[in-house]
């Protein structure tokens, strides 16, 4: 019945009624949860997403919105196949325009990051948001999520690269907050609630982004470190000895390049010999300011101090690949041992170490035979935590050692008073975590909120917060 009124309302071209159609649309990243859904739509204009919305909630359908499915959090998926459509938003992908003299650009929802990235440096404009799955995600889920990545630590996040937005409500309104500038205080900021909301409020169909010149030279090296104690330190050094232009400082530990070895065997290991611990720097900028000697400044200073182990500076694109690429593909090396725990963490900056440190004894005590792989974006106190379950369990075993690991590790941010999101959201994996070690006055705020835009619930249920019925 729902399936032959959307196809008369909206017309065959906007929807995919067959689960052999959507199958893709269906399966997380990982490869570790297949849902169902209604049907998927697949509208072109953001009219068409406003039709499909005011159709959906007239069928009584609920609507989860999809980008480039790259969430590690369950957000984009439906949990309730009977009553929920996947309203995915590839087909919205122009850019609509570029300003280089506003620094700034209008682009839809569905355009692919890296596209866009792309796009904008052909104009010399740099946007900086920078993360693994640059090639799939959407600029629309990157705002939804409020991303983060490698770059935070200069830029910042998602919301800070968002001048305004245009977004389907769950009435199928249009609300045009599509404003490219930069100072616009005349109350309340309405588009800081759709960036991070996880498509629970409405549907974001466009943005005015802003844009940066482009750097136009990049210092990338790789150093070898005694510890994540010393990495963190030499952070923080780092940071005034690159007069701040440093742009990631990705931490890594061995086992992490060997993971990217195992998916990508053609990675050449670039120093020679296993250290404790590993730091990805880079540094931009443009003009007079003489990147490379600035990088080779730092690290002479760095050896100077006995803080560098051994290190090797990037000298070509493909050296800078390369370095890159063990950071990109260890993620692949850890998908590919299948079910795992992924973690989200930050904890204040200065906690990181005794953080991490606590937490690989506690699982070392806990959970002897499981692999801790941790790493991640040192700079922004964000870790991500992995925890490998031994290759021998069987799938359900396998899920307990993963809700054990969870339970413990998460126990353990709250008394360091951390997140348990840093950047991928809460989705539905981390739903009822967050529920539980959230004051009851913050959800009741949430929970206002929801109800005063969404008060059928019809936007993404069950997505960080509980479903109504
Ligand atoms: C290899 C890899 C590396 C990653 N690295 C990082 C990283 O460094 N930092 C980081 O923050 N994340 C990272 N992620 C997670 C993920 O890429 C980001 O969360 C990204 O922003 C999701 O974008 P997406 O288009 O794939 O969204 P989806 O996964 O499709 O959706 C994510 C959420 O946003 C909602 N949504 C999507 N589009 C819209 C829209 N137009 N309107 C309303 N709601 C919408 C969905 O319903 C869902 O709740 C990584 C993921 C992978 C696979």
Known sequence: MYLERLTSILGEDLVLAYPAQFDRYCRDWMGDVTVGCVAVLRPRTTEDVAQAVRTCRDLGLSIVPQGGNTGLVLGGLPDDPARQVILSLERLNRIRKIEPADFSAIVEAGCILQTVKNAVAEKDLFFPLALGAQGSCQIGGNISTNAGGLNVLRYGMMREQVFGLEVVLPDGRIWNGLSALRKDNRGIDLKHLFIGAEGTLGIVTAAAIKLLPRPTKVATGLIAVASLRDAVSIYSLCRSLCSDLMTAFEFLPPSALALAKEAMPTLDYPIAGEHPAYALMEIAGSGLIDIDALMESTLAELYDRGLVLDGVLSSSEKQTRNLWAFREGMIHGIANRGRHLRTDISVAFSRLPDFVGQAESLLGLKLPACQAVSYGHVGDGN?????????????????????????????????????????HGLGREKRDDFIKSTPPVTIELLQSIKNAIDPDGIMNPGCQLPRKN
Request: glycine fraction near 2%.
């Open 383 to 423: 870790v991500h935590l992995d925890v490998i379950p031994p290759s021998d369990l069987t799938e359900d075993e396998k899920i307990h050692v993963v809700e054990a690991a969870k339970d413990l590790l998460f126990d353990l941010v709250y008394e360091f008073d951390g997140s348990i999101s840093a950047e």
